[in-house]
């Protein structure tokens, strides 16, 4: 489950469907953020909707790598990722296959990608490109592998990456920092926390107001990852205290957070109004009933949005089906029946992908777009790939929505893009012109950074 689907999440959730129901296997993607705000999850995610979708070869797996864990072996990393000879190097006995094969028709997710080194992630293009690699110490026919690659990075793209990723790459995924995000959807990630904890510990609990509040608003730089860190050592101490006394509900009070929590609470001034309607719902503080599932506006549909096809069929089949099983059964089948007519209209050549783009993207969007790629290939004399316009349109939406959610847009730094690709951001200043002029919106200088990396 993804919280914050519909709010400062919308546009990522667009993004990744988007990229996984690409016709012919989906377009490979690189997710950008800090430490802690999701990225792993969100591949996770992807690789599910993607099985469901049937994108996927029935029985492929996600295969996950993170490249910092063999950074200062770049060759083990290499062997790791694209298999080994036999004979390769002193103890290489016996042939191996690497990740990119196990990952054959299914997803590869590499974590911390900008720690693969510069031979790595040619071999890695050569994948994306062709689809087609060697073994380490390899000289025979390239083998192939069809795999959805997902990148995940910490560093910006366009500085810690070769200039040629973000080119492959054109989809670009930027997941916000937990700073970023409203604290309605942090405080849903909090009472999911102890919701977790209390499921672990057999008790419920209490989150006294004091506490809740540091929770919501403390500087949290780890984002997601360190929030929920700090939530498990608060109930460690609680749980110590629980065990000598048995008093249940078992009670969060700030002397069980950790120092840094109390010590680094940010300005509340311009978030006190949105802070006292949250705890209003909860004076006494947030109760965690034993056994107590998300709320129901939790279940987050974002990548399947499912649930209410499943609500109608199960509230259709109440009192009709015999046993669990067969409202499983049937329930599976309204499903799949669900996805493969989703997939029939996706699954055409780019008249009729057009045609669902406007699905996931605004029309008036994506027309806008059409005319400034239009514009682009004349200016810079050349053709570009359908898969630049598909990517663009999917950013640009994105970006309007971050606007409108008043969510803040991190940009590369103008200066590098300019020297780096002259003309293509010479393109691209006129793009951004083009599509706030269409799109009734000013859109922030920064866009054009973002744009020119589409071009290059």
């Not at 864990?69 to 006995?93: C, E, I, K, W």
């Not at 099983?325 to 997939?343: D, G, I, M, P």
């Not at 010479?426 to 599509?435: D, F, G, H, K």
């Amino acid at each position: 489950m993804l919280l914050g689907w519909k709010e400062s999440l919308a546009p990522v959730v667009k993004q990744a469907k988007a990229a996984v129901l690409y016709p012919g296997g989906g377009l490979h993607t690189l997710v950008c953020g800090p430490t802690g705000v999701g990225k792993s999850l969100l591949a996770e995610l992807m690789y599910q909707f993607g099985a469901r979708a049937g994108v996927f070869r029935p029985g492929a797996r996600l295969v996950t790598f993170n490249c910092a864990d063999y950074a200062s072996n770049p060759q083990l990393l290499m062997a790791h990722l694209f298999g080994v000879a036999r004979g390769a190097y002193t103890g290489a006995d016996r042939e191996q296959a690497g990740l990119v094969e196990q990952a054959d028709g299914g997803m590869l997710f590499l974590d911390e990608v900008h720690r693969l080194p510069p031979e790595g992630q040619e071999m890695l293009f050569r994948v994306i490109d062709k689809g087609l690699f060697r073994r380490l110490g390899e000289t025979g026919p390239e083998r192939t592998a069809r795999t959805l690659i997902v990148c995940a990075t910490t560093e910006r793209p366009d500085s810690a990456l070769l200039r040629t990723f973000t080119r492959r790459i054109p989809m670009v995924i930027i997941l916000p920092a937990l700073a970023e995000r409203t604290l309605r959807e942090r405080f849903k990630l909090v009472r999911r926390a102890f919701q977790t904890e209390a499921r672990k510990m057999g008790a419920p609990l209490v989150v006294l107001p004091e506490a809740l509040e540091y929770l919501l608003l403390y500087d949290c730089p780890g984002n997601v990852g360190q929030l929920k860190s700090d939530v498990q050592l608060a109930c460690a101490q609680a749980f110590l205290r629980y065990l000598s006394d048995g008093q249940v509900p078992i009670a969060i009070g700030p002397e069980l957070l950790p120092d840094h929590v109390r010590r680094q609470v940010g300005d509340i001034r311009a978030r006190r109004s949105e802070l006292e309607e949250l705890l209003k719902a909860c004076p006494a503080g947030l109760v965690v009933e034993l056994g107590e599932e998300p709320a129901a506006e939790e279940h987050e549909a974002g990548f399947f949005n499912l649930y209410e096809v499943m609500e109608r069929e199960t509230r259709a089949l109440a009192g009709v089906v015999a046993s669990p099983e067969e409202l499983q059964r049937r329930l599976a089948a309204t499903v799949e029946a669900h996805f493969r007519q989703f997939l029939n209209t996706v699954q055409r050549r780019y008249e009729a992908d057009r045609q669902q783009l406007t699905t996931i993207v605004d029309v008036s969007v994506l027309s806008a777009v059409e005319q400034a790629v239009a514009y682009a290939e004349g200016h810079l004399r050349r053709v570009l790939p359908k898969r630049i316009l598909f990517g663009l349109a999917l950013h640009v939406q994105a970006a309007l929505e971050r606007l409108r959610l008043g969510t803040a847009i991190t940009y590369p730094t103008l200066e590098s893009v300019q020297v780096k690709h002259p003309r293509e951001y010479e393109a691209a200043v006129t793009m951004v012109r083009m599509l706030s002029q269409q799109l009734h919106v000013a859109l922030p200088e920064g866009e054009a950074a973002y744009t020119a990396l589409f071009l290059a």
